[in-house]
């Protein structure tokens, strides 16, 4: 007889691991049986419109203005159309002057808030921010036959396909923020005249990927998007610089983000991507009555004067990135706008009182001297 060969028997746990995969293949069998696509697809459908729901919910988080403060006697210009801003401020009793481009547009609208808010004094002045000429002559009109101003807003902007103002320079930096920036200088001293006065420059959430590069502000490479950000980065530096010049004269500056609003800004937009984005706008969007409020609370709102310089969202102060604070980036852009906007006059003549200040107060004062002897 031979020898029996001795028989291995698997491990019991080895088994029971392989019993368990195959009760898992079956059940797993089983559940895709039951869910059909019939069942899956309105599962899916259902996901992606609760998903939807909450990020509507997210965007359309607003708080309201909560002053009660009221405007008669003060004088507004608001650039752009700013329907929902100027229907606001009129129910406070402000005068106010909408300066935009068409401005057969803006007697219109400026009709419709007469007759809703029983203000009479809503008027509309042509002025085009991507013509240094046109702001220039606004100006002057305003200047002759206005005596006062307490609030420039600068709400307009464009925001669209590469392009030039009447001067040259890329239309998005141009009109955003060039045009803005030579509109709040010319007007800074009938500010100073009516102070406390306030500018209020709608800027946006989208600074945080702009860049500003000095040597290419045609935007060589032009991103609709990345031209938009570096508008609303130069509009945030001319806030935090205008706040250091001009705020010893009570002008005060505030950057607002209002939010993802349903406006005509993205009117200009092409292709599909703009056509989704004017879909999704009016159902995804705030209304221009919610996303207004944190412009009405800079506008007009009580104990801000400690806060100027700074970024509102929802009626509070938001934290800008510190890198944007920088005196010497600030001023070098502030600078260069003087220059672009043919004021370089103005460069020395603010260099030269900075160095008249900086040497009256390192100049020592007799008194201590007299003090410090004895």
């Known amino acids: 007889m031979g020898k029996h060969q001795k028989v291995v028997h698997p491990p019991q746990e080895n088994i029971e691991i392989?019993?368990?995969?195959?009760?898992?293949?079956?059940?797993?069998?089983?559940?895709?049986?039951?869910?059909?696509?019939?069942?899956?697809?309105?599962?899916?459908?259902?996901?992606?419109?609760l998903c939807i729901f909450v990020l509507r919910?997210?965007?359309?988080?607003?708080?309201?203005?909560?002053?009660?403060?009221?405007?008669?006697?003060?004088?507004?210009i608001i650039t752009g159309l700013g329907r929902a801003t100027a229907s606001e401020l009129a129910k406070r009793g402000a005068?106010?002057?909408?300066?935009?481009?068409?401005?057969k547009r803006g007697e219109a609208v400026a009709r419709i808030i007469r007759n809703k808010t029983g203000n009479e004094d809503i008027n509309a002045y042509y002025l085009d921010l991507a013509s240094l000429r046109s702001i220039k002559e606004f100006v002057y009109e305003f200047n002759s036959r206005e005596p006062y101003l307490h609030v420039l807003i600068n709400n307009a902007g464009y925001l669209g396909p590469k392009a030039t103002t009447e001067d040259g320079?890329?239309?998005?930096?141009?009109?955003?923020?060039l045009g803005h920036f030579y509109l709040s200088y010319l007007l800074k001293e009938k500010m100073k005249k009516c102070a406390p006065c306030r500018i209020v420059n709608v800027a946006s959430s989208a600074y945080t990927i702009g860049k500003i590069?000095?040597?290419?502000?045609?935007?060589?490479?032009?991103?609709?998007?990345?031209a938009y950000a570096r508008s609303k980065?130069?509009?945030?530096?001319?806030?935090?610089?205008?706040?250091?010049?001009?705020?010893?004269d009570v002008v005060l500056s505030y950057a607002v983000h209002?939010?993802?609003?349903?406006?005509?800004?993205?009117?200009?937009?092409?292709?599909?991507?703009?056509?989704?984005?004017?879909?999704?706008?009016?159902?995804?969007?705030?209304?221009?009555?919610?996303?207004?409020?944190?412009?009405?609370?800079?506008?007009?709102?009580?104990?801000?004067?400690?806060?100027?310089?700074?970024?509102?969202?929802?009626?509070?102060?938001?934290?800008?990135?510190?890198?944007?604070?920088?005196?010497q980036v600030c001023r070098k852009l502030w600078d260069l706008s003087l220059h672009l906007c043919g004021l370089d006059?103005?460069?020395?003549k603010f260099s030269s009182e900075s160095e008249d200040m900086e040497q009256n107060h390192n100049k020592p004062n007799p008194e201590q001297e007299s003090k410090k002897s004895k």
């Open 18 to 49: 392989k019993q368990l995969w195959n009760h898992l293949k079956t059940d797993l069998k089983d559940a895709m049986e039951l869910f059909s696509p019939a069942f899956l697809v309105p599962v899916i459908i259902s996901i992606i419109l």
């Open 57 to 76: 919910l997210y965007i359309r988080w607003n708080v309201p203005c909560k002053s009660q403060k009221r405007l008669e006697g003060k004088t507004v």
């Open 95 to 103: 005068k106010i002057i909408l300066a935009c481009r068409n401005q």
């Open 169 to 177: 320079y890329e239309r998005t930096f141009g009109v955003n923020y």
């Open 213 to 226: 590069d000095f040597e290419d502000l045609a935007l060589t490479n032009y991103n609709i998007y990345k």
């Open 233 to 248: 980065l130069a509009q945030i530096q001319f806030t935090i610089e205008a706040h250091r010049r001009w705020s010893p």
């Open 258 to 327: 209002p939010g993802a609003v349903s406006t005509d800004l993205l009117r200009n937009w092409p292709g599909l991507k703009g056509k989704v984005l004017r879909m999704a706008r009016n159902f995804l969007f705030k209304s221009p009555e919610d996303g207004c409020q944190t412009i009405v609370h800079c506008a007009v709102g009580e104990g801000l004067r400690d806060v100027s310089g700074n970024l509102f969202t929802n009626c509070a102060i938001v934290q800008t990135k510190k890198n944007i604070r920088e005196k």
């Open 345 to 348: 006059d103005e460069i020395e």
